[in-house]
């Protein structure tokens, strides 16, 4: 079992110490000032240039100042400025900030031909991927990695008190459960800035810490799911489970020695949806035996009881260390082109419920990686324009969120897009603009009669609200920004309709699957303290 040892703040000095010197600083000065009165931040910048030939002021430098300027009292805070000079807005502008960590090599229970090995990494991941680097970088130590990213994000301008935390690695739940609790201890340690004695003791800690945790997911293979599991995932705070379903054909999972079925990933979606969680499939085209054709045939398939909240397309990548090099040897698999893909995702991204996000398109692999086929990691930009020029859209989350677009409340429409899940009536409460824009949402679940039996007391005779979002750039607590979505008490109005429609509906309670970060917004709304959600009796 790992070392427990307690860290306090000092563990994190170095990660907060910046070498700036005082002439770099200076010239930021200079550039900032100008940027506030007005002037274009790439012209500020470029009129400032580092001395000794050593190119141009970055914005962290910029963001730096500003908060030195806002620290010393001379300037008040300026939302409105930050938003000029951070660095990759786009990385917040869903209204959280995303940090994301992995867990150390351990052996994984599946053998698929598509995944990579690699020693040094958790099975499916290589050591030149973005977000695999770092944790390698840092030994795969949890805290490391959180305290690091924190620091990094906010070094770039971005607001960092509300993280969803993305612990990948493999499979999840195939891990020791001494080493999961350790885990995620550790990451919440380094959110609050200081060690705790149990993981009960930091949970409770960051319900008001700086960095609070807003969501908690892991991921893992739907064969590992089971009523002992989502217990057991509920009490580390788990909100949101990642799935890999790959294909939803029994023969392609075979032949690809997936090592489940399809009636394994129909009962994991359904556990998972009974007990609240936010649900996320991995769906791969271009598996050895998939065609074009049937591609597009299993990808409907999605939409036919199992609805997931959000999907991940990973178009299986042909890799060196991976089996189905062997195959592509001996001529046994061909890769789609990069023109077959766009088309094919093209083809079926419009057909994407209202109510699904879709995170990505491809793996972030770097290019060298691939053998053969793809090798663009641009392809959702590469859809987009195809679909614009098809003169169709995808109506996702991802594609409706309002992001940094000011809004009227009072011109915002709300929307109950009801449909059936396997077991569930489910509600897609939403806010959207006059041109379709989302500014928020609620998922609630109704679980119909014959739903299989969770038995957590909690959740007897309960609706479950399964997420509350509300998009825009991510703003701090207590803040606010004029037209900004966040804070603009949303959240508050989609509660109350899903207690309604509850009421309505004849449940005797409401349960929250809520973060631990999340728990005093929802303390503050009247619902209670259960033993594993927070509930609020009809």
Not at 139 to 162: C, M
Request: overall charge positive; proline content about 5%; glycine content about 6%.
């Amino acid at each position: 079992m790992p070392d427990r040892k307690v860290t306090n703040k000092r563990d994190l000095a170095w990660y907060k110490s910046r070498k700036y010197t005082p002439e770099k600083l200076d010239l930021a000065r200079k550039a900032l000032d100008e940027i506030r009165n007005g002037r274009k931040v790439f012209d500020a910048i470029r009129r400032y240039p580092l001395p000794n030939g050593e190119g141009f002021l970055g914005k962290h430098l910029l963001v730096a100042v500003y908060r030195q300027h806002i620290k010393s009292g001379e300037w008040k805070p300026d939302p409105a400025l930050l938003a000029r000079i951070r660095m990759k807005p786009m990385r917040t502008l869903s209204g959280v900030t995303t940090v994301t960590v992995l867990t150390k090599p351990y052996p994984c229970p599946g053998h698929c031909i598509f995944c990579p090995t690699d020693v040094r990494m958790p099975k499916s991941y290589l050591p030149d991927e973005p977000g695999a680097m770092r944790a390698l970088h840092h030994n795969f130590d949890p805290y490391d990695q959180v305290a690091a990213r924190i620091d990094a994000l906010e070094s770039i301008g971005h607001p960092t008190d509300k993280i969803e935390l993305l612990v990948l690695g493999g499979t999840w739940n195939a891990y020791r459960k001494d080493y999961q609790e350790w885990f995620i201890h550790r990451c919440l340690d380094a959110m609050n800035e200081q060690g705790t004695a149990t993981l009960s003791d930091a949970q409770l800690f960051n319900e008001t810490a700086n960095h609070r945790n807003v969501g908690l997911v892991v991921e893992t293979r739907p064969d590992q799911i089971n009523l002992q599991e989502i217990e057991w995932m509920r009490s580390l705070g788990v909100t949101k489970v990642q799935m890999g379903a790959q294909s939803l054909d029994d023969h392609i999972l075979e032949i690809n020695k997936r090592g489940h079925t399809v009636a394994d990933t129909k009962k994991a979606v359904t556990l998972l949806r009974a007990a609240g969680f936010k649900i996320v499939l991995h769906w791969m085209p271009n598996l050895l035996g998939a065609t074009i054709e049937s591609d597009k045939e299993d990808f409907t398939k999605l939409w036919q009881g199992l609805d997931p909240d959000e999907i991940k397309i990973y178009p299986t990548q042909l890799l060196k260390n991976a089996e189905l090099y062997n195959y592509w040897k001996r001529g046994e698999y061909k890769p789609y082109t990069t023109d077959q893909l766009i088309d094919l995702i093209a083809d079926i991204k419009p057909t994407i419920p209202r109510y699904c996000r879709v995170n990505r398109i491809v793996r972030d692999i770097p290019s060298e990686n691939v053998v053969e086929g793809n090798k663009r990691t641009s392809l959702r930009q590469d859809v987009q324009r195809e679909l614009a020029r098809r003169n169709t859209r995808c109506q996702c989350i991802r594609c409706r969120e309002v992001r940094s677009q000011k809004i009227d409340p009072k011109h915002l429409q709300l929307d109950d897009l009801v449909y059936q899940a396997e077991f569930a009536e489910e509600h897609f409460l939403s806010y959207v603009t006059r041109q379709d824009k989302l500014a928020g949402f609620l998922r609630l679940s109704l679980p119909l009669p014959q739903s299989p039996q969770i038995g957590f007391d909690d959740l007897m005779g309960a609706a479950i609200i399964r997420e509350v979002h509300v998009y825009g750039q991510s703003l701090l607590v207590g803040e606010e920004q004029q037209g900004a979505a966040q804070h603009a008490g949303f959240g508050s109005k989609l509660i109350n309709t899903a207690k309604q429609i509850a009421r309505q509906k004849g449940y005797q309670r409401l349960a929250v699957i809520s973060a631990i970060g999340t728990r005093q917004y929802y303390l503050k709304r009247g619902f209670k303290r259960g033993k594993l959600y927070l509930i609020q009796e009809l």
